[in-house]
């Protein structure tokens, strides 16, 4: 039997599955970053710094002004609770995901689909390979830069030189793992058997069939409702891995047959999907947000069309560099180009335009969380440029603030 659901009923079990129904705790500790994680399933990491990396964001999100380093000591900490691997990018995860992953790790080194890189660089370069685990072993954990083998980067991979292909490789293959992040955001490497947990690294393998499974029952849970596409994409598995496993789960009642008014996909509903009467959250989401990262269902979900332009010339860009959808209750309401001026303390919004849906409390909501963001971010002010529609009430809304 297919349930029916409108798209109204749909786009709240969607924010409520992704933590956004829920009152932020008053103040947020280490359990509640955690929960949020094991919640989402995974944060995508992002190198880009503009305004903050895209991992601390949807935290941020959810909890409000937390403390960032307890992320960073559940990632990289004494204590670590998440590992780093390819989740739907590269990504940071519970410790429970490590062996679901370990079949990408075997596609990896034996060159499967977009693995084909990886594989040949492993095979044609052994005695580099050999070295460069040999340091690590030798040495404890080391970044590419303090690995002093091969030739400099010269074009080819991001003009990686051949030490950092050598160990990205191994990182992709499961044979190096991360053991903390240094200075700019620098990944240092270590052995697998050195770095995690005695209790992951002796988890039994589950066949690649039951991984797909329980990753997909992750996926519907972080999603609430979803197409076989979205499910898909959130640990970016492929299409007949997914096909496969999304009609097993059906068959064992995991997945709920649905039609959503409005989309033009079958959809399935989690067995335990929150159904709130209403959203009443506001919250500025990194353009890698879990709930957007997908933007044909972010399209279907909200009628908004996200894009991101970082890659895009600037004389082409429509809202600019690095833009935050914000979300007010149940829609998307406004989008601004944010960039952190950590040395004059500004938060700058370069750019501010309203969606359609805006209302008359569209800027003062928005305001409030750009002064939220700015002081969790250590910045002293707000400073809205003239650029974008909604920019002159914003700016004049913050100045009486």
Known sequence: MVETLSARTARRIALAAQGFADRPPVAPARRHVMATIER??????????????SHYLPLFSRLGPYPRNLLEDLAWGRRPRLFEYWGHEASLMPHDLQPLLRWRMDDARAGVGVWSNVARFLT???PLID???GEIRRRGPLSASELDIGERGEGGWWGWSEAKRAVECLFWAGELTTATRRGTFERVYGLPEKV????????????????????????IRALGVATERDLRDYFRLGLADARRGVAELVE???LIPAAVAGWDQPAYLSPDARRPRKITTHALLS?????????????????????????????????????LPFLQGEAITARVDLKADRRAGVLQVLSAHAEPTADDATPQ??????ERMAAWLDLDTVRVSERGDLASVLSATIAKD
């Open 40 to 53: 989402l399933g995974l944060l995508q990491i992002d190198s880009v710094n503009v305004v903050s990396r």
């Open 124 to 126: 044609t370069h052994g």
């Open 131 to 133: 070295q460069a685990l």
């Open 196 to 219: 995690l947990p005695a209790a992951v690294r002796d988890a039994p393998t589950p066949s690649r069939e039951e991984a797909h499974r329980i990753l997909l029952r992750r996926a």
């Open 252 to 254: 064992a009642g995991d």
């Open 287 to 323: 353009p890698f947000d879990n709930l957007i990262w997908f933007r044909e269902r972010a399209e279907r979900l909200f009628d908004v069309r996200i894009r991101l332009e970082i890659y895009t010339p600037s004389h082409k860009r429509t809202h600019g560099y690095y833009v």
């Open 365 to 370: 909501a928005l305001a409030t969380q750009l």
